[in-house]
């Protein structure tokens, strides 16, 4: 029986990777998002401190891709190679947890879209919601199972199929835009008279990187290029693509409507600006954009999760049997994890909201460690110099971009409180127990010194939130 053919991707797949990572619900939400807390010029601002943040993380990638040709497993390798096996872990934790949750809420936001129309799936968490958002797992992970080669293509198809709605609003909305609403919008209006530019800009921080969470999706897949400089070039293009579709659909939805009629609106926004100009068709027609639009992110997601838990188990921080490949080089052992792990989550909706809507925020937290240590990796590398000796050009340039993508990370973390630091690590240290059973099998002590400081600051941190949950000090 002949063996399937090695899998590369060139530059076009690997950048509908990037962009069908990036673009899921976010994106159709933004008007609504952004009018709740800002006006037009806070919004600029916003996106003028994110975009730069964000291109200063892109070409971190597009570095490291290129001086780190070895390491294939992106945001996880990255953390490993720069602190060490325990610190590498739990960036690919959290990592494929934010996946995981993610994909959670995708299906939840596709049954609640369907719910408007069909009351059988309520909000999202009726048996009949469950059950057919469990059918679609499945289908999925078995088409993954086929092949990533023909899973990737099928991604590289939605990518495209959920790019024309977002193509078709901003050309309406382009058509219908008024400037004197935009003028009217551009300091905030009626009810942000009190908040300052600098409470307005905040407001909208975390909500500018959660869309742009996939920025790595190259670099996972690494492994899987034709070209290894086309890894970097893809993250630079799909970041650029996706930053002026998010800018375009905020500012443009400015000069639609007034700011507290876009506050007012139901989520997918997007729907209801369009609808302020087209009529109820269009309203309809970003809706099924929006669930082609998540169906996409899905699949994405779904390789980048169990991609994540390969790559690390083949470096020797995950359980072994992590690495086992069906005869499509798929890592089908990953995959069945990660599944079963959205399965369980799909099925704790109909019981546990509240608990589902906590671990929702906490991916917006957990995303944050994988970015940040990436940055300091190549912060470390450019300060340090050894990698550049034989090509020392652009080490300057290399050390300034990944000082400012390291800052701009921090700060983030910084922005998202200490109450989701402390709530992220009730996933962590559990999780922790895979670390414990991959250094058991290669007859490793589990924690250096320093790790077993870090371990047990964070048991500490966690015992905290558990605390700060039961006695209502620590809230959703």
């Known amino acids: 029986m002949s063996q399937p053919t090695e899998q590369k991707f060139a530059l076009p797949t690997l950048t509908a990777m990037v962009v069908g990572s990036m673009v899921g619900a976010g994106i159709f939400s933004l008007p609504q998002t952004f009018g709740r807390v800002t006006g037009g010029l806070g919004a600029l601002i916003a996106w003028g401190i994110a975009g730069g943040g964000m291109l200063m993380l892109a070409f971190v990638f597009q570095t490291l891709s290129r001086r780190q040709p070895d390491l294939d497993a992106g945001v996880y390798a990255y953390a490993k190679a720069g602190f060490g096996n325990y610190l590498g872990f739990l960036s690919a934790l959290g990592y ?43 289908v999925v992970h078995f088409l993954i199972l086929r092949g990533v080669r023909e899973a990737a293509f099928i991604n590289t198809v939605v990518t495209v199929a959920k790019i024309i709605p977002i193509l078709i609003f901003l050309v309406f909305v382009g058509v219908g835009f008024k400037a004197d609403i935009f003028a009217a919008n551009f300091h905030g209006g009626p009810g942000l008279e009190a908040e300052g530019l600098f409470t307005q800009v905040r407001g909208t921080m975390l909500v500018t990187v959660f869309v ?60 209801g600006v369009l609808q302020a100009v087209v009529g109820r068709w269009g309203a309809v027609f970003i809706s099924v954009g929006l669930i082609v639009s998540v169906l996409g992110a ?84 450019a300060w340090q110099g050894g990698i550049y ?48 059973l991959a250094q058991r099998e290669r007859g490793q002590p589990v924690f250096t010194r320093a790790e077993t400081l870090l371990f047990a600051t964070a048991a500490a941190g966690a015992v905290l939130a558990v605390y700060g949950l039961a006695t209502g000090r620590i809230g959703v």
């Open 96 to 138: 494929w947890t934010v996946c995981c949750l993610g994909n959670v809420s995708y299906w939840v936001l596709i049954k609640s879209t369907l719910g408007a129309l069909f009351p059988i799936f309520g909000d999202g968490n009726t048996v009949a919601a469950v059950a057919i958002s469990s059918v679609g797992v499945w």
């Open 212 to 271: 742009f969470v996939g920025i790595e999706g190259a670099s996972v897949y690494s492994r899987y290029a034709r070209r290894r400089e086309d890894v970097g070039l893809a993250t630079l293009l799909g970041f650029l693509g996706v930053l002026c579709l998010l800018v375009l659909v905020t500012m443009l939805s400015y000069g639609v409507m007034l700011r507290p009629d876009l506050a007012a609106l139901r989520n997918p926004s997007m729907a």
């Open 298 to 381: 899905y699949l994405s997601w779904s390789l980048l999760a169990a991609e994540v838990l390969f790559s690390a188990a083949k470096m020797q921080s995950m359980p072994a049997f992590l690495t086992a490949e069906n005869r499509n080089k798929v890592p089908f052992a990953a995959l069945w994890l990660t599944n079963s792990l959205i399965q369980l989550f799909l099925i704790l909706t109909l019981f546990a909201e509240q608990a589902f809507l906590l671990a929702l925020k906490l991916t917006s937290s957990m995303i944050l460690l994988p970015y940040l240590l990436t940055a300091a990796y190549a912060l470390k590398l």
């Open 389 to 436: 000796v034989l090509e020392p050009r652009g080490r300057g340039a290399d050390l300034v971009r990944a000082a400012l993508a390291t800052l701009y990370a921090a700060g983030l973390v910084y922005a998202g409180g200490l109450k989701f630091l402390l709530l992220s690590l009730v996933i962590y240290v559990p999780g922790t127990v895979l670390f414990v």
